[in-house]
């Protein structure tokens, strides 16, 4: 399902004919500071965000285990089940 919206995004925005009148064409410009200030802030904490959390993305083998404790002993029993049961 996901492969076949995929294709027809593809088809509508690369091999269909634009749909706009030139009008509309002439008019498109980029967007103001409005819109770039905000995703940049956005893109500046995904950033960060990545950084930061990126021993508990890694699971087994990071530093993240250590510090949490036993608590996490679960997480690192669920790497190993067999593909099957996940």
Same mark, same amino acid.
């Given at each position: =399902?996901?492969?076949?919206?995929? %294709?027809? !995004? !593809?088809? +509508?925005? *690369?091999? #269909?004919?634009?749909?706009?009148?030139? &009008?509309? *064409?002439?008019? +498109?410009?980029?967007?103001?500071?409005? %819109? #770039?200030?905000?995703? !940049?802030? !956005?893109?500046? +904490?995904?950033?960060?965000?990545?950084? $930061? =959390? &990126?021993? $508990? %993305?890694?699971?087994?083998? @990071?530093?993240?285990? /250590? *510090?949490?404790?036993? /608590?996490?002993?679960? +997480? %690192?029993? @669920?790497? *190993?089940?067999?593909?099957?049961?996940?």
């Amino acid at each position: =399902m996901t492969a076949f919206y995929s %294709m027809r !995004l !593809l088809h +509508a925005a *690369f091999i #269909t004919t634009p749909q706009g009148t030139k &009008k509309v *064409f002439e008019s +498109a410009h980029e967007p103001g500071v409005a %819109m #770039t200030l905000p995703l !940049l802030i !956005l893109s500046i +904490a995904s950033i960060y965000i990545g950084y $930061v =959390m &990126k021993d $508990v %993305m890694i699971g087994v083998g @990071s530093p993240y285990l /250590e *510090f949490v404790g036993k /608590e996490a002993h679960h +997480a %690192m029993e @669920s790497e *190993f089940i067999p593909t099957l049961v996940k």
